[in-house]
Structure formats: structure tokens, C-alpha cells
């Protein structure tokens, strides 16, 4: 990598000039000193309600068929990768996440042939990859989830209302009973879930810990229905610490250590672009 820019803009998060000023404040020095250099995006902003709309690409598909479905934005030189949809019933969608197993595999090349790949986050996907295509996956909306229930639920409200801090050994140990209760758990999360405020009632739970118990039943119930139907992780794929919470509850259930990937947006970004010919030596 030769340089990098961040800001805190999504979505949902833009600056007063939309998309346009997003892009122009992050990329104008780099093309203000290549003028005719091609970029290349993904996730949202190439949604429906996003800057342009990429078209969801059906598995089974891997970087060719990505690359080949790029939309544009011929303004600005920017190619936005499309997502997938699979062919389950109900069926599914991703978004980026795409781009980061094209990455994880560019930088892991044991995962192509038959692996399967989790990436943990507000939409937490599990896939299936076979021969470096996407064959299967499955979204689990444990962040989401867990956001919700502990902005908008009773369940939040003791580690709002408690009068300490937890200390990282008792936050780890909440977190590691809510995964096994929940892994355990012949009819899922559902019944399960108040007991983040009744353990609490009962003096059986730290009222600062609740959320880390919280967080461990989401979290173990995903991994309860993920092991079920894809069998062990190969990679763990994003954010380092939200990966390794992960391992933790891998860990917690005797499943093996997982290797954590790190960098496989950019990392896929480069390889769906060197696959549309955007890469030249120029």
C-alpha cells in the first residue's frame, strides 16, 4: 500500500455534498496527481441507495463474474463492485463482504479450494467456498441485534443503571456463560434472551456484565446454527477485535483456533480490479 485516507463516512454518514464530496475528499490529492487513474469501491455505496446501483451477481460466483458486473461512475473513473444474492429460499444478500473473500482468499490462497469463511460484524455472513467461488451463505444479524436490544430493550438497562465498571475478567466470564447457555440450546435464543435481566434480579449476574452476557447468548446462538450448517470456520474475515471476540466463543465451545485475516477489503479490491483490467503499469 502506497498510501491511505480514511473518514467516518457511510451511508448513512455523508457529508453535506453526498457521495460527490465523500469520494472528492478522500481521493482529490491522488487525482490531482493522476489524473486518469481508474477507481474501485464497494458495499453500500453501490445500493439502491447508494451513489450507483451494482447489480447483485447469483452464486456461485468468484472475482471473474465480479468483475465483470462492475458498475460505473464515469465522472469520477470509479468502478463499484456488485454484490451477491444466493439462491436459498428465502433468499439472501451481501454487500461487500464479497470483496473482503476475494481478498481473504488472495491473501490465504489454502482457503479456494473448500473453505468456509466467516465475517463477523453488524450482519455477521457465513460462506461457503468452493473452488474460489461463493457457492453458499447466510446472514446473522447479531450486531444489529445486539445494538437494538440494548438501545431500545429492558435488557439494556442494567448496565446502564449500574453504579460500577467490569473489570475484564468478569465481563470475560458473562460473556463466555451467555455462549455456552445459548450454543446449548435446543429451541435458540429466544427463551433465553430476559434472562439478561433476570439473572441480574436473581443476584447471579453482575448488572455491569449483562451486555457481555448479552453479547455471548447472540453470539453463541450464531455460532450454534453456523457450526450446524457450514462445520468449522476456515478464516475469520474484518475488524481484528470483533473477530477475535469470535475466536473467544469458538474457543468457549471447544472448536479449534481460527486464523483472523485482516486487510481483505483492500486486498480484494485490488484483485476484482487487476480481473477488469483497471491495473496497468502506466
Not at 22 to 27: E, I, S, T
Not at 69 to 82: M, Q
Not at 208 to 214: D, K
Request: glycine share 8%; hydrophobic share 50%; proline share 7%.
Amino acid at each position: 500500500m502506497l498510501d491511505a485516507h480514511a473518514e467516518p463516512w457511510g451511508i448513512m454518514r455523508l457529508p453535506a455534498s453526498g457521495f460527490v464530496g465523500a469520494f472528492d475528499g478522500v481521493a482529490a490529492a491522488w487525482r490531482a496527481t493522476h489524473p486518469h487513474a481508474q477507481a474501485i469501491a464497494c458495499g453500500m455505496v453501490g445500493s439502491a441507495q447508494g451513489w450507483v446501483r451494482a447489480a447483485y451477481v447469483p452464486c456461485p460466483a468468484g472475482v471473474d463474474a465480479l468483475a465483470e458486473r462492475l458498475a460505473a461512475v464515469p465522472e469520477r473513473g470509479l468502478h463499484v463492485v456488485p454484490g451477491l444474492t444466493s439462491a436459498a429460499d428465502p433468499p439472501d444478500v451481501m454487500r461487500g463482504e464479497e470483496t473482503q473473500i476475494v481478498g481473504a482468499l488472495a491473501l490465504r490462497p489454502a482457503l479456494s479450494a473448500a473453505s468456509c469463511v466467516v465475517l463477523p460484524g453488524t450482519h455477521s455472513k457465513w460462506a461457503r467456498v468452493v473452488e474460489s467461488n461463493v457457492v453458499d451463505f447466510a446472514t446473522f444479524m447479531t450486531g444489529e441485534l445486539f445494538a437494538v436490544l440494548r438501545d431500545h430493550s429492558l435488557l439494556g438497562r442494567p448496565a446502564r443503571d449500574a453504579a460500577t465498571t467490569v473489570d475484564t475478567a468478569t465481563a470475560d466470564d458473562a460473556f463466555a456463560r451467555g455462549v455456552r447457555l445459548a450454543f446449548d440450546a435446543a429451541h435458540g435464543v429466544a427463551p433465553l434472551l430476559f434472562s439478561a435481566r433476570t439473572a441480574v434480579l436473581a443476584e447471579r449476574l453482575d448488572p455491569a456484565a449483562s451486555l457481555h452476557y448479552l453479547s455471548g447468548l447472540l453470539v453463541g446462538d450464531e455460532l450454534r446454527v453456523g457450526l450446524a450448517r457450514y462445520g468449522a470456520p476456515d478464516a475469520l474475515v474484518g475488524d481484528p477485535a470483533l473477530c477475535e471476540r469470535y475466536a473467544t466463543a469458538l474457543r468457549t465451545v471447544d472448536r479449534p483456533s481460527v486464523p483472523v485475516l485482516d486487510g481483505a477489503a483492500p486486498a480484494g479490491l485490488w484483485r476484482v480490479a487487476e480481473c477488469a483490467g483497471l491495473v496497468t503499469d502506466a
